[in-house]
């Protein structure tokens, strides 16, 4: 395999991978969120923000051993990640807000904000978490 080719089938094997793990991170969201949206009967924005959360530091763990093998130092790792949703959270959260008040389906919301982060982040987490130390945990 020549290396541009083994550099494009590393990079869909890790898609695949952080669309799994986000899958399972999803699961755990959407869990959470009915649990407190139906359950307790948080409204909205806390619901959501409680479950984003917990799903982050899942998939977050997940992904930085299994999918980037990063030895990359986690503090600064997590900082990062920190930073991508010190953006992404107020952001969706105001439009998830501001779409179920004006009657849009909280799961509707949920999924669509779920595939825009599932995206944004898997381009983030490739391109700036974990540059230059992508595999760098595997053993030679």
């Known amino acids: ?12 094997i890790q898609a695949v991978k952080f669309t799994l793990f986000s899958i399972s991170a999803g699961v755990i969201q959407v869990l959470s969120f009915t649990l407190l949206f139906e359950m307790v009967q948080w409204v909205y924005w806390p619901s959501y923000l409680t479950a984003l959360l917990l799903s982050i530091l899942w998939n ?23 930073l991508f949703y010190a953006v992404f959270t107020p952001l969706s959260t105001w439009w998830g807000d501001a779409l179920t008040k004006i009657g849009w389906n909280e799961y509707l919301v949920l999924g669509i904000t779920m595939m825009t982060n599932l995206v944004a982040e898997f381009l983030y987490t490739k391109h700036v978490v974990y540059k230059g130390t992508i595999n760098s945990a595997v053993k030679k």
């Open 1 to 12: 395999m020549t290396y541009n080719n083994q550099k494009h089938h590393e990079s869909f």
């Open 60 to 82: 977050f763990t997940l992904n930085r051993k299994f999918t980037f093998k990063s030895a990359n130092n986690v503090k600064i790792a997590m900082l990062l990640v920190l």
